[in-house]
């Protein structure tokens, strides 16, 4: 069975950072595409950014660009999303999952919570 696991999150200031981790037991993230993607109260689930597992290429959402950076470490089987300059409307539930556009098997996802 795929599993996906975030961690990472928490509550910061704005124009803070927080950094995401992803991780996945059983099998290897580098064989696939990874996508993060955020749900906030009240609003649709979005994406935020994604690599490709074809040579890494990163992709990110407008809002985001410039300030989200997502990498990976395959000798870790880990994917990374760090998050500067936070915005209060970076606030949600944030998730990993093994494709970009539909997050069909994804992980249970990590709280961020961006507040003065």
């Known amino acids: 069975q795929l599993q996906l696991v975030e961690s990472g999150g928490g509550v910061v200031q704005p124009g803070g950072s927080l950094r995401l981790t992803c991780t996945a037991s059983g099998y290897s993230l580098s064989s696939y595409s990874i996508g993060w993607f955020r749900q906030a109260p009240g609003k649709e689930r979005e994406g935020v950014s994604c690599i490709l597992k074809t040579d890494d290429s990163t992709l990110y959402r407008d809002p985001v660009k410039g300030r989200f950076t997502v990498s990976r470490d395959n000798a870790k089987n880990t994917v990374y999303l760090q998050m500067n300059d936070l915005k209060t409307e970076d606030t949600g539930v944030y998730f990993c999952?093994?494709?970009?556009?539909?997050?069909?098997?994804r992980g249970q996802g990590t709280q961020v919570t961006v507040s003065s």
């Open positions: 999952a093994l494709d970009c556009l539909v997050p069909t098997t």
